[in-house]
Nanobody, 128 residues
Framework: QVQLVESGGGLVQPGGSLRLSCVLS????????VAWFRQAPGKEREGVSCNMAKDGSTDYADSVKGRFTISRDNAENTVYLQMGSLKPEDTAVYSC?????????????????????WGQGTQVTVSS
């Protein structure tokens, strides 16, 4: 059974950096497309970034382009989200998600319905 566990959240000042980690267990990460989502209080879940298993291609929400970087270490079964130049509006619960790379989906790569497995989330708070 695939499980995802995030870590690395916390309180950071505006302009600061933070790196989130997500460990996938129960299967080799190399076979899974992965993504990071976030949800702030009173707002809808937002797709932040994704990384495809087949070719390592990535995609980012416009709101984080140039500031966030997604990466994966298949040997460690871990996905990372490096976040920089953080803003108060980045405050949210960040969750990682995964789906088997051979699955067929009609949803966009940053749409939550594309993903089958979810972590419990980690809180990121950007505040002075």
């Amino acid at each position: 059974q695939v499980q995802l566990v995030e870590s690395g959240g916390g309180l950071v000042q505006p302009g600061g950096s933070l790196r989130l980690s997500c460990v996938l267990s129960g299967a080799p990460l190399t076979y899974y497309n992965v993504a990071w989502f976030r949800q702030a209080p009173g707002k809808e879940r937002e797709g932040v970034s994704c990384n495809m298993a087949k070719d390592g291609s990535t995609d980012y929400a416009d709101s984080v382009k140039g500031r966030f970087t997604i990466s994966r270490d298949n040997a460690e079964n871990t996905v990372y989200l490096q976040m920089g130049s953080l803003k108060p509006e980045d405050t949210a619960v960040y969750s990682c998600a995964a789906t088997f790379s051979q699955s067929t989906s009609y949803f966009d790569k940053l749409h939550p319905l594309r993903y089958d497995y979810w972590g419990q989330g980690t809180q990121v708070t950007v505040s002075s």
